[in-house]
């Protein structure tokens, strides 16, 4: 799938993620689909974000944050939220970390480094 031909106008995808390069590639990637990039850098803000901003579509979860995990943001965010897709992200990518995530309440499971069109493809699942 190429990212110019995606058009998430007015759908709003909160990026989860304390690497300032880790945010500023997925940011990259996301912004020809025209969607409305919300910015998290630890799990405590994401719940924050979640609860002030109703129209968040979609998240993508850094596991391994500060102040609270990606696992602990996602059961939070989801007690607020139930049924906001969160799709898990991280570089710790074995199976025992797939099913902790998938457990918390995850979607789905990226493993970085993050190919961009495996992502775009499970986004567009719960966007279009």
């Not at 979860?61 to 898990?88: C, F, K, W, Y």
């Not at 199976?95 to 309440?105: L, Q, V, Y």
Request: overall charge negative.
């Amino acid at each position: 799938m190429r990212k110019h031909m995606i058009n998430w106008t007015g759908k709003h995808i909160l990026i989860v993620e304390d690497d300032p390069m880790n945010f500023s590639y997925l940011d990259i990637l996301l912004r020809p689909t025209q969607a409305v990039i919300m910015h998290a850098d630890n799990g405590q803000k994401a719940v924050e974000l979640c609860m002030k901003h109703m129209g968040i579509n979609i998240v993508l979860m850094d596991i391994r944050m500060p102040v609270l995990d990606g696992l602990e943001a996602t059961r939070q965010i989801l007690t607020i939220r139930s049924g906001l897709p969160v799709i898990a992200q991280t570089a710790y990518a074995d199976e025992s970390d797939r099913e902790a995530a998938i457990k918390a309440g995850c979607c789905e499971f990226l493993a970085k480094p993050i190919r961009a069109n495996e992502m775009l493809d499970l986004i567009k699942k719960y966007l279009d």
